[in-house]
């Protein structure tokens, strides 16, 4: 009886042995590579996966995902989503396993317990802003930074406040900003509208208190307020090529116009009333510091005639100019006697194996309160910011990790703010096969660093 029982039993085991499939798909031992485009992401963030084998790119229906712990979840598009609240920071691995391939391989990523909107900021669609060696990109206010803006060609002018907020925007209609100057927080901006050009003032809260226009079509060049609030508007005319002076009182009334032989680029007036006024000459770039009615005190070459260059003033009235070129930028500070207190020339580009060094582009620079210079660019389609001290050298650069194409992307503006700084960038946005620009606001830290999933989306 017993043999009878344990007989079937047997028979049993050996038929389902028998029965049981083998796996017959090939073991992927190397070669296989989970790749994301972020290394941090914050709460509701997205990250795509992407799966190599070889030379080939595994499609996500194909993969099977686990998530340790299991924070967030993974799409049918192979997309990874970080939850929308999660009480710290925390790294999650994410391992993918092909369908028809025996292995599997992983990839980490932080979460940051924060939202990317408390970092990065997508402002209005900025289509251009004038900030080359001819404009003065924007101005510091007692609150903050107000600064220029085109966006379907339509004239305005914007503030941020010191936590890095916009506060207002105030639009002129149809034209181009072109110049900008603040004193005594009140705001006098120049541009051109219906051929012609036009100087506003506004109040600290972008209420316009009067407006002027220039008779006949001439193009402005820079503006500059004195202390008494009277605006001197640098202007031009192409045929015969003929530059102007035109001298506006306090409430907009002209009280000059007159015919200079020099072509002003830039002009600010420091904290003395004296003027600084960056123009050309016999293919030189020159400084000069002038009294109100432009006889000369001192005047010094500073670089050979470019396209690009930009100038700002410091409290104590020391004159800061930035040039750049390939792979470098120079900076210099001029004092206020016109005595080169620094020269800098810094190769911030690494070359590559062929021996080429990447473009470099400053965009704009901003002298700070402590004697330090802010500056905003771009390294080939990357943006950058640098800060250099009072000596001259460089205390800390960053740059985007992002590098978008075909579109570049482009600094354009750092400022300070309460805790840290302000660093605005455009980045392309494609939708269908239209290419988009749109002006991000990033927060920066006192050290120049980014939150990781900040710098993960810059």
Same mark, same amino acid.
């Given at each position: 009886?017993?043999?009878?029982?344990?007989?079937?039993?047997?028979?049993?085991?050996?038929?389902?042995?028998?029965?049981?499939?083998?796996?017959?798909?090939?073991?992927?031992?190397?070669?296989?590579?989970?790749?994301?485009?972020?290394?941090?992401?914050?709460?509701?963030?997205?990250?795509?996966?992407?799966?190599?084998?070889?030379?080939?790119?595994?499609?996500?229906?194909?993969?099977?995902?686990?998530?340790?712990?299991?924070v967030?979840?993974?799409?049918?598009?192979?997309?990874?989503?970080?939850?929308?609240?999660?009480?710290?920071?925390?790294?999650?691995?994410?391992?993918?396993?092909?369908?028809?391939?025996?292995?599997?391989?992983?990839?980490?990523?932080?979460?940051?317990?924060?939202?990317?909107?408390?970092?990065?900021?997508?402002?209005?669609?900025?289509?251009?802003?004038?900030?080359?060696?001819?404009?003065?990109?924007?101005?510091?206010v007692?609150?903050?930074?107000?600064?220029?803006?085109?966006?379907?060609?339509?004239?305005?002018?914007?503030?941020?406040?010191?936590?890095?907020?916009?506060?207002?925007?105030?639009?002129?209609?149809?034209?181009?900003?072109?110049?900008?100057?603040?004193?005594?927080?009140?705001? /006098?901006?120049?541009?051109? !509208?219906?051929?012609?050009?036009?100087?506003? =003032? *506004? $109040?600290?809260? %972008? @209420?316009?208190?009067?407006?002027?226009?220039?008779?006949?079509?001439?193009?402005?060049?820079?503006?500059?307020?004195?202390?008494?609030?009277?605006?001197?508007l /640098?202007?031009?005319?192409? !045929?015969?090529?003929?530059?102007?002076?035109? =001298? *506006? $009182?306090?409430? %907009? @009334?002209?009280?000059?116009d007159?015919?200079?032989?020099?072509?002003?680029?830039?002009?600010?007036?420091?904290?003395?009333?004296?003027?600084?006024?960056?123009?050309?000459?016999?293919n030189q770039?020159?400084?000069?510091?002038?009294?109100?009615? *432009?006889?000369?005190?001192?005047?010094t070459?500073?670089?050979?005639?470019?396209?690009?260059?930009?100038?700002?003033?410091?409290?104590?009235n020391?004159?800061?100019?930035?040039?750049?070129?390939?792979?470098?930028?120079?900076?210099?500070k001029?004092?206020?006697?016109?005595?080169?207190?620094?020269?800098?020339?810094?190769?911030?580009?690494?070359?590559?194996?062929?021996?080429?060094?990447?473009?470099?582009?400053?965009?704009?620079?901003?002298?700070l309160?402590?004697?330090?210079?802010?500056?905003?660019?771009?390294?080939?389609?990357?943006?950058?910011?640098?800060?250099?001290?009072?000596?001259?050298?460089?205390?800390?650069?960053?740059?985007?990790?992002?590098?978008?194409?075909?579109?570049?992307?482009?600094?354009?503006?750092?400022?300070?703010?309460?805790?840290g700084?302000?660093?605005?960038?455009?980045?392309?946005?494609?939708?269908?096969?239209?290419?988009?620009?749109?002006?991000?606001?990033?927060?920066?830290?006192?050290?120049?660093?980014?939150?990781?999933?900040?710098?993960?989306?810059?």
């Amino acid at each position: 009886m017993k043999r009878f029982l344990l007989l079937p039993t047997a028979l049993i085991a050996i038929g389902f042995a028998a029965c049981e499939p083998s796996d017959d798909r090939p073991i992927v031992n190397e070669g296989m590579e989970l790749k994301m485009d972020k290394q941090a992401v914050c709460l509701d963030d997205i990250t795509t996966l992407t799966l190599t084998l070889g030379d080939s790119v595994v499609s996500p229906s194909r993969i099977k995902y686990e998530i340790s712990p299991p924070v967030g979840s993974i799409n049918e598009q192979g997309q990874y989503i970080a939850p929308g609240d999660l009480p710290s920071n925390t790294e999650v691995t994410i391992t993918a396993r092909p369908d028809f391939v025996i292995g599997s391989t992983s990839q980490s990523i932080l979460v940051e317990n924060a939202r990317l909107e408390d970092y990065i900021t997508t402002l209005e669609p900025w289509t251009n802003v004038r900030n080359n060696s001819y404009f003065i990109i924007k101005e510091k206010v007692e609150d903050g930074y107000v600064m220029l803006k085109e966006q379907d060609d339509e004239f305005q002018v914007l503030k941020f406040n010191n936590a890095g907020q916009l506060a207002w925007v105030t639009s002129f209609g149809e034209g181009y900003p072109w110049s900008l100057s603040v004193r005594n927080n009140q705001i /006098f901006v120049a541009g051109i !509208q219906d051929n012609v050009t036009k100087v506003f =003032k *506004l $109040d600290r809260d %972008g @209420n316009q208190l009067w407006e002027y226009q220039t008779s006949t079509l001439r193009r402005v060049q820079a503006i500059t307020v004195n202390d008494r609030g009277e605006s001197y508007l /640098f202007t031009y005319i192409q !045929q015969p090529f003929t530059n102007y002076l035109i =001298k *506006l $009182d306090n409430q %907009g @009334n002209e009280i000059e116009d007159t015919i200079l032989e020099r072509n002003i680029r830039q002009a600010k007036f420091n904290s003395e009333n004296d003027l600084i006024i960056n123009f050309r000459f016999d293919n030189q770039s020159i400084i000069s510091k002038t009294d109100s009615n *432009l006889n000369t005190i001192w005047e010094t070459p500073y670089a050979t005639a470019s396209n690009g260059s930009w100038i700002d003033l410091n409290s104590n009235n020391d004159i800061i100019i930035g040039n750049s070129a390939e792979g470098r930028f120079t900076l210099k500070k001029i004092t206020t006697d016109g005595n080169m207190a620094y020269e800098g020339e810094y190769n911030i580009a690494e070359e590559t194996e062929s021996g080429y060094r990447p473009q470099i582009s400053i965009m704009d620079i901003t002298a700070l309160e402590n004697g330090e210079v802010l500056l905003a660019g771009n390294q080939s389609m990357k943006p950058i910011a640098f800060l250099v001290d009072n000596t001259g050298q460089i205390k800390w650069d960053w740059k985007s990790e992002n590098e978008q194409r075909p579109l570049n992307s482009i600094g354009w503006s750092a400022f300070p703010i309460e805790t840290g700084y302000v660093f605005l960038a455009t980045y392309p946005r494609i939708e269908g096969n239209i290419g988009f620009m749109e002006m991000r606001s990033i927060l920066m830290r006192a050290d120049g660093t980014l939150n990781p999933c900040a710098q993960a989306n810059s």
